[in-house]
């Protein structure tokens, strides 16, 4: 299903069926039992913001498989699609969709489409340094920041606090912007959805990682950045988002991200390349069913994200051909 808009990922979140705001995950799904006869070795490359999540289910598959390798490369979801169309990954994980371009090269060389499988869901979020008493901004505004094209119709860029409602000793501060590089799929989701598809300024200071923007933040009192949710601590904070300026900002919590107020929810995607009507090897094929199965949800929880539902996840096995036996 490819999400044109934040209305269709709305939809798609408020369709989950368990409750979100204690990060349940769904008891529909199930234990994961594992089978015999699984060995071999698996690559996954692609991006950054998924590199613990996939760290976390390789390491718990690999309880269960001891004599499985797991090779993890996670420099930025730009990487995945090359991987895949060279057949050198077994996964893509991106933390935004193939562009169409990306999904016309797979299938001119395959002759079918790759498959994306929806994994669990993220909270982009714009962290402020732990010390900055701003409570929220709306898009337009965080687009004034980051953004040299301003396509969100702000009247005037944002260069310090005090042009986003800042006073006192806060309002001559300069803004210091932190941000990914165009690998990222969280730059790509960034820049179509908060910048409204306009150019960042020259100024952001681009981090090759998720984390990376964090640390900046935390360390600097007037830095701002985005990165996803899984990444947040205790040295910055998270700030609500409005969708439009003069509208009330909606925190970052999970239940606004499930209920689709929270306006940088996604979908986190890992790619897999399946022929339609074939049987997927053992291995990868297992894999899988450990991603959507209980234990598999519960480390993308330990993970910071959001887990999906049994529905999204038995949609995401039978579009790999795997039966879901829940």
């Known amino acids: 299903m490819k999400m044109k808009s934040s209305a269709i990922l709305a939809t798609a979140l408020t369709a989950m069926t368990f409750a979100p705001a204690q990060m349940q995950v769904d008891p ?52 995945a699609p090359p991987a895949m169309i060279a057949g050198t990954a077994a996964f893509g994980p991106m933390s935004r969709e193939m562009r169409g371009r990306e999904l016309d090269a797979f299938q001119n060389a395959f002759g079918y489409p790759i498959t994306a499988l ?13 010390d900055n008493p701003i409570e929220g901004l709306s898009l337009p505004q965080v687009d004034a920041i980051f953004s ?9 860029s944002i260069d310090r606090w005090g042009q986003a409602g800042m006073t006192g000793a806060w309002a001559n501060r ?31 200071k681009e981090q090759p990682g998720s984390s990376s923007v964090v640390q900046g933040v935390a360390s600097e ?6 990165s996803g949710i899984g990444y947040r601590t205790p040295d910055v904070r998270a700030i609500a988002l409005a969708r439009e300026h003069g509208a009330e900002p909606v925190p970052a919590e999970a239940e606004y991200a499930y209920s689709g107020e929270y306006p940088l929810a996604r979908f986190l995607y890992v790619y897999v390349n399946h022929r339609p009507g074939s049987e997927l090897d053992p291995l990868r094929r297992e894999f899988i069913r450990y991603m959507f199965s209980r234990q598999g949800q519960m480390d993308v929880v330990r993970d910071g994200y959001l887990p999906v539902d049994a529905n999204v996840a038995r949609r995401a096995l039978e579009s790999v051909g795997i039966a879901p036996g829940f």
Do not use: C, H
């Open 28 to 79: 529909a799904l199930p234990e994961y039992v594992p089978v015999s006869g699984i060995s071999g070795s698996l690559k996954s490359v692609g991006s950054d913001s998924m590199n613990n999540m996939m760290t976390l289910w390789a390491e718990g598959f690999l309880r269960m498989y001891p004599n499985v390798q797991v090779e993890i490369e996670g420099k930025g979801s730009g990487t």
């Open 118 to 130: 929806e994994t669990s869901i993220d909270m982009l979020a714009v962290y402020v340094n732990k």
């Open 148 to 156: 040299n094209t301003r396509r969100g119709g702000y009247p005037n």
């Open 174 to 204: 300069t803004v210091s912007i932190y941000g990914r590089n165009s690998a990222s799929g969280t730059y790509g989701f960034f820049k179509e959805n908060a910048l409204f598809g306009g150019d960042f300024r020259d100024e952001v």
């Open 221 to 226: 009192i007037n830095g701002i950045g985005y």
